[in-house]
C-alpha cells in the first residue's frame, strides 16, 4: 500500500508496546498521537530520533499528543533500548509488519549498492477524529521532533 495521505482515515492496529501492554486505535480514540516509523532499535540514526522525542515528551503531553514509535523489532529487543536510552516514548513492536505495510512504509532500500527490504523512516500525526493530520516522508533525523512538536501543539488549538 502507498503511505495515506491527509484525511485518511488511520488504518486500525494492535501491537505491544514494550511496557507489555497492547496498543491499540481505539484505546487512542479522542485523542491525537504521532507514529513514528523507524528502521531499528539501536542504530545511530533511530536513536538520535527518539532521543529528541523523549526530550520533548514532557511538551507532547501537554498538547494530549502521545508519542508512539513502531519498528519491526521484538518487544525484548525495545526494552532494552528503552533502558539503554532512558527513552520516554511508547515503542510498539510490529513484528509481523502489519501496519508498517498499512502505512507503504517497508520499501526498498539500497545502501553501498545493495538493495534490500526495510522500514522508510516516516512520521504521521493522527488527529482526534482518527485522520491522518499530517505526514512527513523519508524523514531527516535533526530537527524532526520540533517539527512534529509545532504540528501537534497547532492541531491540539485547532489551529
Do not use: N
Not at 526530550?55 to 499528543?65: K, M, R, S
Not at 525484548?76 to 532512558?86: E, G, L, M, P, T
Amino acid at each position: 500500500m502507498s503511505t495515506p495521505v491527509v484525511g485518511d482515515d488511520c488504518p486500525a492496529f494492535d501491537l505491544p508496546e514494550a511496557d507489555g501492554s497492547r496498543v491499540t486505535k481505539p484505546s487512542l480514540s479522542g485523542h491525537p498521537f504521532v507514529l513514528y516509523f523507524y528502521p531499528k532499535d539501536d542504530t545511530s540514526g533511530c536513536t538520535l530520533e527518539a532521543i529528541e522525542f523523549t526530550a520533548l515528551i514532557d511538551q507532547f503531553d501537554a498538547a494530549g499528543t502521545p508519542v508512539l514509535g513502531v519498528s519491526p523489532d521484538p518487544v525484548k529487543q525495545h526494552c532494552k533500548f528503552r533502558d539503554k536510552h532512558a527513552l520516554k516514548v511508547k515503542l510498539l513492536s510490529d513484528e509481523e509488519k502489519s501496519l508498517i505495510q498499512a502505512f507503504g512504509v517497508w520499501a526498498q532500500k539500497s545502501m553501498y549498492g545493495k538493495t534490500y527490504m526495510g522500514v522508510e523512516r516516516t512520521t504521521v500525526l493522527v488527529g482526534a477524529d482518527g485522520r491522518i493530520a499530517q505526514v512527513w516522508p523519508k524523514v531527516k533525523v535533526p530537527g524532526h521532533a520540533q517539527e512534529v512538536l509545532a504540528a501537534a501543539q497547532a492541531l491540539a488549538k485547532g489551529a
